[in-house]
């Protein structure tokens, strides 16, 4: 119980000294926060790792959750930076499409064979933007030990 009150303080603080901060000097103009390139394709890079484990335990909902958020943060990325090529990220639809049809179905042999062109499709962009030397491949090990992948029923 006391740890919860000294959390609500923490969290109460951190919100006031903003606003207070703010309210103090009405003449700054403060910035939105864009995140860097490499960030949105560094959570890529972690979410479609988790998508593949997902997809590999038949947690379908939390493949289906995985891919939602590769669609997002590939969306972020072509809007927020306007030197990708947008056909490098439209070609992406379709293996994107397909992965969310093998979710649906539940079909991990398609699942698969998606999550294969997804990848490759990362590589060919890479390519474009000349950054040949960043490669995505298929995960080969699970490396979060604080997450369980299987699903509920068969934990």
């Given at each position: 119980?006391?740890?919860?009150?000294l959390?609500?303080?923490?969290?109460l603080?951190?919100?006031?000294?903003?606003?207070?901060i703010?309210?103090?000097?009405?003449?700054?103009q403060?910035?939105?926060?864009?995140?860097r390139?490499?960030d949105?394709m560094?959570?890529?890079?972690?979410?479609h790792?988790?998508?593949y484990?997902?997809?590999?335990?038949q947690n379908?909902g939390?493949?289906?959750?995985e891919?939602?958020?590769?669609?997002?943060g590939?969306a972020?990325a072509?809007v927020l930076?306007?030197?990708l090529?947008?056909n490098?990220?439209t070609?992406?639809a379709?293996?994107?499409?397909?992965?969310?049809d093998?979710?649906k179905?539940?079909?991990?042999s398609k699942?698969?064979?998606?999550?294969?062109?997804?990848?490759?499709g990362c590589?060919?962009?890479h390519?474009?933007?000349d950054r040949?030397?960043?490669?995505?491949?298929?995960?080969?090990?699970?490396p979060?030990?604080?997450?369980?992948?299987?699903p509920e029923?068969?934990?």
């Amino acid at each position: 119980m006391r740890f919860r009150k000294l959390l609500l303080a923490g969290a109460l603080a951190c919100l006031a000294a903003p606003l207070a901060i703010a309210q103090s000097a009405p003449d700054v103009q403060v910035e939105p926060y864009v995140p860097r390139l490499a960030d949105i394709m560094n959570g890529l890079q972690l979410r479609h790792l988790k998508l593949y484990f997902a997809a590999r335990a038949q947690n379908w909902g939390l493949a289906d959750f995985e891919l939602r958020q590769v669609r997002a943060g590939l969306a972020e990325a072509a809007v927020l930076y306007s030197g990708l090529p947008v056909n490098n990220i439209t070609t992406l639809a379709d293996p994107v499409q397909a992965l969310f049809d093998a979710i649906k179905a539940k079909d991990q042999s398609k699942f698969m064979a998606a999550f294969g062109h997804l990848t490759n499709g990362c590589n060919a962009c890479h390519q474009t933007m000349d950054r040949k030397f960043i490669v995505i491949a298929l995960p080969t090990g699970q490396p979060f030990t604080n997450q369980v992948f299987a699903p509920e029923a068969k934990k």
